[in-house]
């Protein structure tokens, strides 16, 4: 049974630090093992891309057949049908034109002093997405990790996704193409976050690699770190509900379970001021449970991660929990949905009022379903476009300008005993490194 | 002596990559230990923090003397020259300036099917600032780390300092006040960062740490992440010069000193068009260090990883260069440096035209002296305000929006056997769950 926690009781404290602090991923060790995968694709490339996916993959390739052609994108786009490609393309464009207002501007002034600076923006070189194989191969994703380097201007953005036994769902393939993917490889694991990073005779290295995947490609991709920039690799999901007793049990039960179906490590939170409205949502999820495809997965993530917390006052007691909490979504089913979002600091996506369940932002709301988890939205932000771009200043003197503050550059870098940093400032002053 | 190399000569690319993947920081292996004192910290809050600074700093405290009080902080600010406060006023003030440029703007928008989207930027809650002892406790790069937070509009920031045998640069403590810092605590090392990702009895626990340290410091850095945000881990610092031989090879050699004066395992790399002058600011650099009082350090770092290369035409040739070593600072001393800057994607800094040394930017330009090195420029930025901030997506729908929008979103995740997220949208549309 999910956790009931009532913050009037006196070890209210207690059971809600527990909720804060639950482990609820088994990491398991794959570090070695990945290491040596590394290893072998940057000492035998291409060979070693073709061992591990006949190995694991049972898939013969060559290093010709590794990219997936455009014949077999073009002719996977041709199996879905018309409802799902236009489905597909509202969620593109509706994705593309959220993100597009995130492209920053470069800055270029001359202060008082007449110095140049500023800040320009420019998207990193090549960008590789990886996308998970079989079951956990997500159309939506494609869209969510390519989009945003697309709108960044990156040049080349290159896909790797497993086919075991030759596998692959054609609506991947015709999200890969709706961004303007054209270069993709058959390949998975480890090997391939390996291949980006470091490329292979057939595959060029990349700059960023972004993309869910399963325990070995998120240790590769912690070892690749430093090489390749990656995003941050996430945890199970997580919701947090807040309701008042104004809203339909049955829909918000069902926006819990919508996290909970995910992975059995998922967590769905209700904070409700109402007991009883706490109790009416608990039935509601027993009884979509009865029905729903994935109730097993669904079912033991709300018995063994859920939990109902009951405040006194949603507006004067939620924030702090909330902030604590710090949700990857925070679904605010209340009356005035703006009023308690101004008072949370800590979310990575906020879905205000009672008509915006969380599932309509992991698909075609806008903004990005890559999301900050275990409470990192504390001090991280979900996926956007400027995950793909970087930011280079600059400074320009002349001999104006650098007489006008140079002589406080020299102070300090005498003060810290380093004379170089010095004497490359005074030989540009007038009287020049005797000042 | 440093690596000589030509773009015109037949072994050229094995010659540049060596000068890309030549390592040069030895990495000590120092996890375990660290692993053990973030440890300690967490089971024995303070007393382990006192254990630990009586043991490596020699310095017995207490709970209550943890902190540096505000009496300590004036009687050091009283010790410092006016000539000094005065430097550090204005670069301070500059700092300031730049950064403040780069504060956000929320997006609150209706689109077309009437969703209400947008982001907001909100500040971290706390933000821990280390700053190292003994001679590497540089004023500047307080004031580098903490005016990002401070513009950001982090409500909470924390100084740490470990002060061995007692002592400590006041002109570091005049730095904290000047960034309206006032909880400071005099402990370092691996421990000062498990007592500010992990917080003790007297030291509340901060949401990102950033600041430089030794290796000890940066394990414990890789160990919190997670917990905790954390700047990226720096590597040793890196100059790329660009010069014509219109520049006084004199001024030149003083820029790549000023790199290698900070560290043996620094790295300054000439470009120029013309291999005469390439040899007169080899020849600066020996002249400077005859008198340099760094000599020793900066010379082993110009002999063991400097370089000069020389290439036919630099507005041509050098930028596919400078890209691919993607240098943590990049002087431009040619004549049209804009021109150039413009064909560069990756750097962390760019310093344009002959008057413009790469000292003036570690101090009072006003950009950020905190810059990616080893590379890293290719996916990675300078740190600035929005390392303080994160931003937060919203959606709002209404019975008509989420009835336009929402069709599509059952679409795809009924695609990715989501029935959930599907029903937790039908839901609410016209026909509930049986849409």
């Given at each position: 049974m999910p956790v009931r926690l009532d913050a009037q009781d006196p070890r209210f404290a207690e059971g809600f630090e527990g909720l804060l602090h639950a482990k609820r991923e088994t990491s398991e060790d794959v570090q070695a093992l990945v290491a040596g995968v590394i290893d072998e694709v940057r000492k035998r490339g291409d060979a070693a891309l073709i061992d591990y996916t006949a190995r694991w993959d049972r898939q013969t390739l060559t290093p010709a057949t590794l990219r997936i052609s455009q014949e077999e994108v073009d002719a996977a786009v041709g199996k879905c049908s018309d409802e799902l490609l236009r489905a597909l393309d509202t969620a593109a464009e509706r994705i593309?034109?959220?993100?597009?207002?995130?492209?920053?501007?470069?800055?270029?002034?001359?202060?008082?002093?007449?110095?140049?600076?500023?800040?320009?923006?420019?998207?990193?070189?090549?960008?590789?997405?990886?996308?998970?194989?079989?079951?956990?191969?997500?159309?939506?994703?494609?869209?969510?990790?390519?989009?945003?380097?697309?709108?960044?201007?990156?040049?080349?953005i290159v896909m790797v996704v497993p086919t075991p036994d030759g596998a692959i769902n054609p609506l991947v393939l015709a999200a890969a193409k709706r961004c303007g993917i054209t270069e993709i490889y058959r390949i998975g694991g480890a090997q391939a976050v390996a291949a980006l990073a470091y490329g292979t005779a057939t595959i060029a290295p990349v700059d960023k690699i972004v993309g869910p995947g399963n325990a070995f490609v998120a240790a590769a991709k912690r070892l690749v770190y430093g090489t390749v920039g990656i995003d941050s690799i996430a945890g199970p999901s997580e919701i947090l509900v807040v309701a008042d007793n104004r809203n339909d049990p049955a829909w918000i039960a069902m926006d819990l379970l919508s996290q909970a179906e995910h992975d059995t490590s998922a967590q769905s939170i209700l904070i409700t001021d109402d007991a009883a409205f706490g109790d009416a949502v608990a039935k509601a999820v027993d009884t979509h449970l009865e029905t729903l495809p994935r109730a097993a997965i669904a079912g033991e993530s709300w018995r063994e991660h859920g939990a109902i917390v009951v405040v006194r006052d949603l507006m004067a007691d939620s924030p702090a929990l909330i902030d604590r909490l710090a949700p990857e979504h925070l679904e605010l089913a209340v009356e005035d949905p703006d009023a308690l979002a101004a008072k949370v600091r800590n979310a990575g996506a906020i879905f205000l009022g009672r008509h915006t369940p969380e599932a309509i932002g992991d698909y075609v709301a806008g903004p990005n379903h890559v999301l900050p988890t275990a409470r990192s939205a504390r001090f991280s932000s979900g996926l956007n476009v400027l995950d793909f771009m970087k930011r280079t200043t600059f400074v320009a003197c002349d001999a104006d300008s650098v007489k006008a503050i140079g002589p406080a550059a020299v102070t300090l870098a005498r003060s810290e005993g380093l004379d170089a940093h010095a004497l490359s400032v005074a030989l540009r002053l007038p009287g020049g490194g005797q000042g």
């Open positions: 593309e034109s959220f993100h597009r207002l995130q492209v920053p501007e470069t800055t270029d002034y001359r202060d008082a002093q007449g110095v140049r600076l500023g800040a320009r923006w420019t998207a990193v070189g090549a960008a590789g997405l990886y996308v998970p194989g079989g079951t956990a191969s997500y159309p939506s994703s494609v869209l969510m990790n390519a989009l945003p380097a697309k709108v960044a201007g990156v040049e080349r």
